[in-house]
């Protein structure tokens, strides 16, 4: 989606709406802070948008990350579960980056739960 001559402020708001699911480390759920930045950003397309988009990525990596523990039953969660964190990682600092140059990104495997 292609989103023409987005101002400052909503591409520090889309970048926000990505960075802020490191709210995680101080121990709420990393789907807190986007979904807190899309109810703020509604009225802006490319933050509310990109809010969005990293709300569902959470969702997303919340689930895999689960699946993950469970499979450390089968042994093979023990190489899933550092793989799903570190993606998580990644993926959450290329989409600020993305989302503060004003590109609309849109994750891997993401399952859409938010529309």
């Not at 001559?5 to 889309?14: C, G, K, L, P």
């Not at 990525?57 to 523990?69: D, G, P, Q, R, T």
């Not at 550092?82 to 990682?89: G, H, K, Q």
């Amino acid at each position: 989606m292609t989103y023409p001559a987005t101002t400052t402020d909503e591409r520090n708001w889309a970048a926000i709406g990505h960075l802020s699911a490191f709210v995680q480390f101080l121990g709420i759920p990393s789907f807190v802070g986007p979904l807190v930045v899309w109810l703020m950003k509604k009225d802006e397309p490319f933050a509310s948008d990109q809010a969005k988009e990293a709300l569902n990525f959470n969702i997303s990596m919340a689930i895999y990350f689960v699946v993950s523990l469970v499979a450390i039953i089968l042994l093979v969660g023990l190489v899933l579960v550092p793989v799903v964190a570190i993606s998580w990682f990644i993926l959450v600092i290329v989409a600020t980056l993305k989302a503060s140059n004003g590109e609309a990104y849109r994750h891997p495997m993401t399952l859409r739960f938010v529309n």
